[in-house]
Structure formats: C-alpha cells, structure tokens
C-alpha cells in the first residue's frame, strides 16, 4: 500500500500512517489529506505543523486532549476546543491530523 | 465518578537492551487519560532512563528519553528517583535531564519534576500507594 508523490512511491501501512518517518514533506500532506477528503486550509497547516513541532521535542504524538489543552495555550481558546479541532479533522484531530503529518499514530489511540 | 487512586509505576532496568522502560512510558502515558493520581519511581538501573545527553544511534533503536518531558502535559508531575541508587552507580542528580511540568495552581509556574529522594523515603511512598506496577 503506497501514496505516490511526484513519481515517487510511498509505502504506508494499513490505515494510511506512512512506515518511514522521513519520507514525509509538504507534497505528500497534501496527497494524505486528499485520501482523507481533508482540503487543507492555513488553519490545518497550523495544527499539522505544531504536531510535527511536538513530535520533534519529545518524540511522540500526543494524545488528543494532551494536543487541544497545548494549541490552548499556543493559540488561544477559540482554536484549542473540540469543536474547532474536530471541524478541521471530522474524523479525530489526533488521528487525521498525526497521519497528514506524516507522524505514528498517537500512543493509546486504537 | 470513582474515587481517584495512586498509582505507582516503578522502573528497575536500563532504558535500551530489554523493552521494559519503553512499555513503562507508554503505558504511563495512556493510564494518564483516565485521571488517576499517577507518579513514576526509578531504582537500581531504571535511573539510566533519565540521564541526560543519550545517543542510541549506534544500537539502532529510538532514543525516547526526550518523552520524559512530556509527562508534565500528562499531569505526570512526580518522578522519584532513589539516592542510593544514583550513588552505587557513580551518578548525581546533575546526570539526569531536567525535567518540568506547569503548576495549574500556581500561575502555570515550570516547576522541577524530578524529586530525589532516599531509599527509605522510598519505602513510604511504595507503602502510601493504593497500586504499584513493576516495570
């Protein structure tokens, strides 16, 4: 199972995470989000972005209140709810949003 | 709701060669969602885990000391780690990572996260909790 971006081939596993982390760039986000039916917005890039940031840091991707309660305080109340994050990723900000940014699925998620 | 509880996750072994410390952390991790009061001890070898400048790049496996510093967004905000073992093993607390959390109660302040302790202060922690997980 594979994305492919600019002739190039991208293995993912069966839900869609890609399997080696470095393949990832901008191209391939927007490739993801298209398989998600996600049009991806400057308010997306911010939340994709930030996960890529937090992972960056500490090695994982946090889990999804852990991720509303830091974009909280990063960005302020209006952008750190539930019902911001999930306009933007109906299907779960911690999930949809870790695979655009190319990142394993969250610790804990099933 | 239910009556919150302490738990106890306590770490014996070096963080790489056996998979118990990573499990250790992850399992801190998804216990942290359901908000019980949850504090981490490292004894014996399990002070490794939070030493400070690791580089695994040559055994090939993933470096995950820097998710200690997450615990803090978990509301994991008491690491214990025991004196002696320190000693025995020629290390001091300057060896290990600083790690902080943000005080709720107190203006969001960074507060340290990593308490030393001794080992019989460590005795009456184990004692005071209501379940302990050995890792």
Redesign the interface.
Known sequence: MSYQVNGHTIEHDEEGYITTLSDWSKELADEIAKVENIDMTEEHWAVVNFLRD?YD????A??V??LI??IKKEMGPEKGNNKYMYELFPYGPAKQACKIAGLPKP??CV | MSETKKFLYVNRKAPYGTIYALESLEVVLIGAAFEQDVSMAFLDDGVFQLTKGQNTEAIGVKNFSPTFRALGDYEVTKLYVEMESLEERGLGPDDLQEITYEDEDDDWEEKPSIRIVSRTEMADIMADQDVVLSF
Not at chain 1, 57 to 60: K, N, T
């Open positions: 937090y840091e500490y090695q994982i946090p889990a209140r852990v309660k830091a610790t804990g």
